[in-house]
């Protein structure tokens, strides 16, 4: 399709560390930024429940995920038990997949990145760019929401030239305390493809934050991708040994 390369800021199933701030002048780029880091920080570990919904069916998947900083993340499914230790190992933009039903690592191709992840409405690309947001675009504030009482910035997000990206634009809105309520991609005639959006805003691990994120198909009504947190922790640290191949077989097994 395009020349470029899929992200997410995935936010959906990684999460904060650094202590809310002001956003000062209000610069767009300053918000997006405060914004990430307040999501994702040193390291996060969690329990997640994915329920994929289609008009006639509906499947739901037990994750346990750990992320490290911007560029590392290991999720594995833990039920039901036909899935269980199906897992995927990201390192800066490079993915590995583990099947324990055939005992096999397979690194993702860049042919591959576009395609579903674990059959829901994420790709595998949305979890390998997960930081080219800031890497790959210029923000501009286009105005102004409200929402519980807070004012909501929203910000609209260009690829930089020539960036590896393939989204046209992406429009986001950021409350005023850095919780990001929705993300919209557009393609690169400015249509848009797909939203994600995140709901039921409560304390958890410490940190105040969407509990339920849902990803939905502009063309595809009654089609969406449901996360549902049931555990958040942020420790300090996570061992590098975690985010390794050999951690993605043995939590496979």
Not at 225 to 235: A, C, E, I, M, V
Request: proline share 6%.
């Amino acid at each position: 399709m395009s020349r470029k390369k899929l992200q997410i800021p995935l936010f959906f199933l990684v999460l904060c560390f650094f202590p809310v701030a002001t956003f000062g002048g209000e610069d767009a780029e300053v918000i997006v930024r405060a914004s990430i880091d307040y999501y994702r920080g040193r390291a996060s570990e969690s329990t997640v429940e994915m329920t994929i919904h289609r008009p006639a069916w509906k499947r739901t998947l037990t994750l346990k995920g750990w992320t490290k900083g911007m560029k590392e993340s290991l999720f594995t499914i833990i039920a039901p038990p036909k899935d269980e230790g199906n897992a995927t190992l990201k390192r800066g933009t490079e993915m590995w997949t583990f099947n324990p039903k055939v005992n096999r690592t397979i690194k993702i191709p860049p042919s591959m990145m576009s395609q579903s992840w674990m059959g829901s409405d994420f790709s595998n690309n949305d979890l390998a760019k997960s930081d080219s947001i800031l890497e790959d675009y210029t923000h501009h504030l286009l105005g102004y929401e409200a929402h519980e009482g807070k004012r909501v910035f929203v910000v609209e997000s260009l690829p930089r030239p020539a960036a590896p990206v393939v989204w046209g634009k992406q429009v986001l809105r950021i409350r005023e305390d850095h919780i990001l309520l929705a993300e919209e991609f557009y393609d690169e005639d400015f249509r848009l493809v797909k939203s994600l959006t995140g709901t039921r805003i409560e304390i958890i691990g410490g940190k105040l934050f969407p509990t339920v994120w849902r990803m939905e198909k502009a063309d595809a009504p009654g089609e969406y991708t449901q996360l549902r947190y049931l555990d958040l922790s942020f420790p300090e640290d996570l061992p590098d040994s975690l985010f390794t191949l050999s951690s993605l077989k043995t939590l496979g097994r």
